[in-house]
């Protein structure tokens, strides 16, 4: 049995020929998700094996089979998507200004309303901005952890290490200048993030 010297190529390929009834431009979105996904995982796993990162994504039948019924397509005889088939498929959806709407507005938000549930919510909001970057298929797997670090990890930080320390935010400066200029870091990286995107 030949063994393939990319079999990266080969689960891709594929899953093009399974999904060869999509739309180009759904096709091609298809694999680029595939693409980045396999990207991503082989990143925060390199001991893993690339054959199973390849299954659990899962059979190039199921996800092509998904991708066609997302699309209101058949796919005759082809089994129906499991869970590890869709994720790929369903990520990207969401618009990228959103997250970066989300992780730029939980400071002001915090800011404007300073007492619960100001905080709470400015929370929940960096939170959920950032997962929302994190799954998106609009950045690479380097910008999502870029734009994570500078919109919401080290903000939050910052902001925590000097609310303990002694003399309140940042010894020296005032509460609101300290506030804008964390905010200039964050709506900062946010169009950076928005200029580097993929369409």
């Not at 129906?80 to 709407?101: C, I, N």
Request: glycine share 10%.
């Amino acid at each position: 049995m030949k063994i393939s010297a990319d079999p990266v190529r080969d689960y891709l390929a594929a899953v093009e020929r399974e999904a060869s009834t999509l739309p180009a431009d759904r096709r091609q979105e298809l694999l680029a998700d595939l693409a980045e996904h396999i990207e991503v995982t082989r990143a925060e796993r390199p001991d893993a094996a690339i054959g199973e990162v390849l299954a659990a994504l899962g059979d190039p039948r199921t996800i092509a089979a998904t991708a066609l019924s997302e699309a209101g397509g058949r796919a005759a005889g082809a089994p129906s998507g499991s869970g590890a088939a869709t994720t790929p498929a369903r990520r990207g959806k969401v618009h990228p200004l959103v997250p970066l709407a989300l992780l730029t507005f939980s400071l002001p938000f915090i800011m404007v309303f300073p007492d619960l549930p100001g905080p709470l919510f400015g929370v929940l909001f960096r939170i959920v901005g950032a997962v929302l970057l994190c799954t998106s298929v609009h950045w690479t797997g380097v910008q999502k952890t870029t734009g994570v670090l500078l919109t919401a990890v080290g903000p939050s930080v910052v902001i925590a290490t000097s609310n303990l320390s002694d003399g309140g935010p940042a010894a020296g400066i005032p509460a609101f200048l300290f506030n804008l200029g964390m905010l200039a870091v964050v709506a900062g990286s946010a169009a950076w993030l928005w200029r580097a995107r993929r369409v």
